[in-house]
């Protein structure tokens, strides 16, 4: 498995209700199982262990309204941006949509995600414990 990145929600956007890091599923574990690394003996595992939805990206030129779109169908409450060369730019989460965009009067159909997006998302390594990955986002660091 490749190592990949897995950016962070930004501290202010930290909310009990958001998906991203949540507890494994134990369906495929039995009590009497032996841990298979030294990390799980500590109950620590890596982010790349955990069962995280894949990430819905989209260019940083597309609109909020289609952003908008995309997040809908996919049922998602972020949306990674990247820039021409692929690269992550940035990151848009529904509250942005509804602060920034919404509140402030700007049209979604014309507003471009780039100019609402947090820029430089944190992030950690697909190998980072899981631990490490939310004290980061605990810490917004």
């Known amino acids: 498995m490749t190592n990949q990145s897995v950016p962070l929600p930004p501290q202010s956007r ?9 507890a494994p599923d134990k369906s495929h574990t ?73 509140a402030e009067g700007l049209r979604p159909e014309q507003t471009v995600v780039s100019k609402i997006m947090t820029r430089s998302p944190i992030f950690v390594n697909s190998d980072s414990l899981a631990i490490d990955a939310l004290q980061k986002m605990v810490q917004g660091t």
């Open 30 to 102: 039995s009590d009497n199982a032996m841990p298979t690394s030294p990390s799980s003996i500590n109950g620590e595992r890596a982010v790349k262990k955990l069962r995280l939805s894949k990430a819905l990206t989209i260019p940083e030129g597309t609109t909020v309204f289609e952003a908008c779109r995309r997040m809908s169908a996919r049922r998602m409450d972020a949306v990674l941006l990247t820039d021409a060369n692929g690269l992550l730019s940035g990151i848009v989460t529904d509250k942005d949509i509804a602060t920034r965009v919404i």
């Open 14 to 22: 930290r909310n009990s209700h958001r998906r991203g890091l949540s």
